[in-house]
């Protein structure tokens, strides 16, 4: 078969082709089970285990009540209920789910990619797109569901738009069309929120001719107002829900100024570009001291910098003759702006879920250098070429064999976590983790040592860790080692009524009545009564009498 003829079979059957290395790369996490926030969202949320009050789902939030209450997802919540009642709770619903989903996902980025750039570009770029590693945190994990709808609604949208404008004006069935899709985004997860930017670069990048700016504006008009209608109502019902307009924790930032956030994306633009470009190790964990959260310049940084204003400049220069990787640039500037907490703080600095649509952006890029070295090589040498495509070729091979081997690594929270230790064997929390797991399943002495490299790992001022690990040793029959860990944390959360009982426990446990005593009654004085330490307090002055007692009862008469 001649390679023209090769050509048309693939723009004759691209779709499939989409369709099936989507698949290939997914498929292997068909068997997994829930892990990590699976448990807490789906096995352990009544809310979610039946269709028959759905529509209350609409009015909560999408963490439970016992998890903090926050984030407003309906629909995500919806399919879970839904999938869960089909299989009555097996994750096999909810994996196939995910994984037809993801092949939608990669369909319709490739039809996005073709209104914007020739058919070569979208079938590469959107090949790559499908085997991408980076995604199996996405695919393979239950909750990365709101991801995959997110995605496949702003594709569809950001098509349609373009789509419309190409043809002339946007009709009153696109504004609906495009409206419904944001607004189903939104109900996904909040960060579909970004649509009106995707389709502002959109707008300034497609080619209208000799169309005036004034003229753009009064075409697009309709669209953006609509789409600011629906963000101000899903905004005002979320706040409702959730009783404020706040995107996620501030654990991470504290009280830090808006520069350290800004400080802190630059810190990570290179663990973003090896995600994109070498995702051969990956991790469920980024947190310190892997990624710290950065409140001075420094050195560090510099590449960051160099990198972000690298691409600034390549796509300024390439606006006018190759608008498509201006494109690419954006699209990723507009999908990470949420991610990198530069718009608002998200409980976190670097998650591999979040550079999922970006990702589409990098594979663009990726595709046009591929095409454009193909076009060149036919004034020149023919076996750039066969370079070309066997690069394509292990490329995508390359990358749905990693994603078949990380997928499995969710197959549950066991297995998570003893994978993420192996991953980022310097991760306080991979250790906490695990330890934790360990605890909660009965076996707390197999949890110690993990633990234990937590707290040497850990910063030195987090006391919630140190207070687990104290726990951790009491539960293990290990009083003796907890003591210097309970000490240690009653200095940085002195009003800690648990943690006081807890450590007065430990001492009671050894036989040291007498300073569990004196620790439950400091806590009464600088908290006032509480009924657990009013009850340790009594406990210890029984023991203290009862000691005496026997003491009395042994002297000779």
């Known amino acids: 078969m001649s390679g023209a003829k090769v050509s048309e079979a693939l723009r004759r059957h691209a779709g499939w082709i989409i369709v099936l290395l989507a698949i290939a790369a997914s498929i292997s996490g068909i068997r997994n089970g829930f892990a990590l926030d699976d448990v807490h969202i789906i096995v352990e949320n009544d809310r979610v285990h039946s269709l028959a009050h759905a529509w209350q789902l609409f009015g909560?939030?999408?963490?439970?009540?016992?998890?903090?209450?926050?984030?407003?997802?309906?629909?995500?919540?919806?399919?879970?209920?839904?999938?869960?009642?089909?299989?009555?709770?097996?994750?096999?619903?909810?994996?196939?789910?995910?994984?037809?989903?993801?092949?939608?996902?990669?369909?319709?980025?490739?039809?996005?990619?073709?209104?914007?750039?020739?058919?070569?570009?979208?079938?590469?770029?959107?090949?790559?797109?499908?085997?991408?590693?980076?995604?199996?945190?996405?695919?393979?994990?239950?909750?990365?569901?709101?991801?995959?709808?997110?995605?496949?609604?702003?594709?569809?949208?950001?098509?349609?738009?373009?789509?419309?404008?190409?043809?002339?004006?946007?009709?009153?069935?696109?504004?609906?069309?495009?409206?419904?899709?944001?607004?189903?985004?939104?109900?996904?997860?909040?960060?579909?929120?970004?649509?009106?930017?995707?389709?502002?670069?959109?707008?300034?990048?497609?080619?209208?001719g000799k169309e005036s700016f004034s003229v753009r504006i009064r075409k697009s008009a309709p669209t953006f107002v609509s789409l600011a209608m629906v963000a101000i109502a899903f905004v005002a019902v979320r706040a409702v829900v959730t009783g404020g307009f706040r995107g996620g924790s501030n654990e991470l930032f504290g009280y830090e100024a808006y520069y350290a956030r800004v400080l802190t994306m630059l810190t990570i633009v290179v663990e973003w570009l090896r995600l994109f470009f070498w995702p051969a190790q990956l991790s469920s964990d980024y947190s310190f001291p892997r990624t710290r959260v950065a409140t001075v310049p420094d050195i560090d940084m510099l590449p960051g910098i160099l990198v972000v204003a690298g691409c600034a400049v390549l796509a300024w220069r390439v606006r006018r003759t190759t608008p498509v990787v201006t494109f690419a640039f954006l699209w990723i500037a507009v999908t990470l702006a949420i991610p990198s907490n530069l718009i608002l703080v998200t409980g976190f600095v670097l998650a591999e879920r979040t550079l999922f649509l970006a990702s589409a952006g990098v594979t663009l890029m990726v595709a046009v250098g591929v095409v454009h070295l193909w076009k060149s090589a036919e004034y020149g040498t023919r076996n750039l070429h066969r370079i070309l495509?066997?690069?394509?070729?292990?490329?995508?091979?390359?990358?749905?064999?990693?994603?078949?081997?990380?997928?499995?690594?969710?197959?549950?929270?066991?297995?998570?976590?003893?994978?993420?230790?192996?991953?980022?064997?310097?991760?306080?929390?991979?250790?906490?983790?695990?330890?934790?797991?360990?605890?909660?399943?009965?076996?707390?002495?197999?949890?110690?040592?993990?633990?234990?490299?937590?707290?040497?790992?850990?910063?030195?001022?987090?006391?919630?860790?140190?207070?687990?690990?104290?726990?951790?040793?009491?539960?293990?029959?290990?009083?003796?080692?907890?003591?210097?860990?309970?000490?240690?944390?009653?200095?940085?959360?002195?009003?800690?009524?648990?943690?006081?009982?807890?450590?007065?426990?430990?001492?009671?446990?050894?036989?040291?009545?007498?300073?569990?005593?004196?620790?439950?009654?400091?806590?009464?004085?600088?908290?006032?009564?509480?009924?657990?330490?009013?009850?340790?307090?009594?406990?210890?002055?029984?023991?203290?009498?009862?000691?005496?007692?026997?003491?009395?009862?042994?002297?000779?008469?």
């Open 60 to 208: 909560q939030t999408y963490w439970p009540p016992i998890e903090g209450a926050s984030l407003y997802r309906p629909l995500t919540m919806l399919l879970f209920a839904a999938e869960w009642v089909i299989g009555s709770g097996s994750p096999l619903p909810f994996h196939a789910v995910n994984i037809v989903l993801y092949a939608g996902v990669c369909l319709a980025l490739y039809r996005l990619l073709c209104v914007i750039t020739d058919e070569k570009v979208a079938l590469i770029a959107s090949a790559l797109f499908a085997v991408h590693p980076v995604h199996t945190e996405a695919v393979a994990n239950v909750v990365g569901q709101s991801e995959l709808l997110v995605a496949i609604t702003l594709f569809l949208a950001v098509e349609r738009y373009i789509r419309a404008r190409r043809s002339g004006n946007v009709g009153w069935r696109d504004v609906a069309t495009i409206s419904a899709l944001f607004l189903v985004g939104c109900l996904a997860k909040e960060h579909a929120i970004i649509l009106p930017g995707l389709l502002v670069i959109s707008e300034v990048l497609i080619n209208r």
């Open 389 to 557: 495509a066997a690069a394509v070729a292990l490329l995508i091979v390359g990358g749905i064999a990693r994603s078949a081997t990380r997928n499995p690594v969710w197959r549950d929270n066991e297995s998570l976590f003893r994978h993420t230790v192996e991953d980022v064997p310097f991760s306080a929390r991979a250790h906490w983790m695990l330890a934790e797991y360990l605890a909660e399943t009965g076996r707390p002495r197999e949890g110690v040592d993990d633990m234990m490299v937590a707290v040497a790992l850990g910063r030195k001022n987090d006391g919630v860790m140190v207070a687990f690990a104290a726990d951790l040793l009491q539960a293990a029959d290990m009083c003796g080692r907890a003591m210097s860990l309970y000490k240690r944390a009653l200095t940085m959360k002195p009003r800690d009524e648990q943690l006081r009982y807890n450590a007065s426990l430990c001492l009671v446990k050894l036989g040291r009545v007498g300073e569990a005593r004196s620790i439950a009654r400091a806590g009464i004085q600088k908290s006032g009564g509480t009924p657990k330490l009013d009850r340790m307090v009594v406990l210890t002055d029984s023991l203290e009498m009862s000691r005496q007692s026997e003491k009395v009862a042994t002297i000779p008469r």
